[in-house]
Nanobody, 128 residues
Framework: QLQLVESGGGLVQPGGSLRRSCVAS????????IGWFRQAPGNERERVSC?????????NYADPVKGRFTISRDIPKNTVYLQMKDLKPEDTAVYYC????????????????????WGQGTQVTVSS
């Protein structure tokens, strides 16, 4: 079973930046689509971004984070990053990375709705 280990959460002031990391435990990491999700108290979990398998040529962002968040992957390091800039109080949530294995390399990531493996989740709090 794929294990995902997250890091990089914490407390940041409005307008600040954080970089989340998600490290996978498999050498076939390139065959996984990765998504970043978040869930705030009282809200449903939402996907904020995803990146396609292999070279990660396809990315997708939820409207609230477009232009502020950037997802990327480093296959040799088995890592996906979520760079978050210009953070707002409404970005406060528990953030999770998740993965789904695919044989359709490069298929657009937004087509994947069901993810099989999840990280432990980390709190991101944006507050002054």
């Amino acid at each position: 079973q794929l294990q995902l280990v997250e890091s990089g959460g914490g407390l940041v002031q409005p307008g600040g930046s954080l970089r989340r990391s998600c490290v996978a435990s498999v050498s076939t990491f390139g065959y996984y689509v990765i998504g970043w999700f978040r869930q705030a108290p009282g809200n449903e979990r939402e996907r904020v971004s995803c990146i396609s398998s292999y070279s990660g040529g396809s990315t997708n962002y939820a409207d609230p984070v477009k232009g502020r968040f950037t997802i990327s992957r480093d296959i040799p390091k088995n890592t996906v990053y979520l760079q978050m800039k210009d953070l707002k109080p409404e970005d406060t949530a528990v953030y999770y990375c998740a993965a789904v294995e695919t044989s359709l390399l490069g298929r657009r990531c937004e087509y994947y709705q069901k993810y099989d493996d999840w990280g432990q989740g980390t709190q991101v709090t944006v507050s002054s």
